[in-house]
């Protein structure tokens, strides 16, 4: 695994990590500034790791990073999706 996308898979999953324990622990102020910033790096930082293993040749590797990255686009995605749909609900 060449080095760029090594030290930007660990540094996703630590974003990732940092994202899940915003959302389960008890620091309520914190959590309200902290989220979105967090979500949005995630969401950067997996698009950037899907276009970089895109250019990866053929093997395992690529096909893992492939659907790691291509996950971790959708959960920002789909929440940004869902509380529109909400909110349009809500409205009419």
Do not use: D, Q, W
């Not at 090594?6 to 914190?30: A, M, Q, R």
């Not at 698009?47 to 970089?52: G, Q, T, Y």
């Not at 893992?64 to 809500?90: C, D, E, Q």
Request: aromatic share 12%; with cysteine; charged share 10%.
């Amino acid at each position: 695994m060449p080095k760029h996308i090594k030290i930007l898979f660990y540094s996703l999953l630590f974003v990732f990590i940092l994202t899940i324990l915003t959302i389960f622990t008890e620091l309520i102020e914190l959590s309200s500034y902290l989220f979105p910033i967090l979500f949005l790096l995630c969401f950067l930082l997996g698009l950037i790791l899907l276009l970089l293993s895109i250019k990866l040749e053929r093997n395992k590797l690529k096909t893992l990073l492939i659907i790691n990255s291509s996950s971790l686009i959708g959960i920002p995605l789909l929440s940004v999706l869902h509380n529109l749909f909400y909110a349009l609900n809500t409205i009419v």
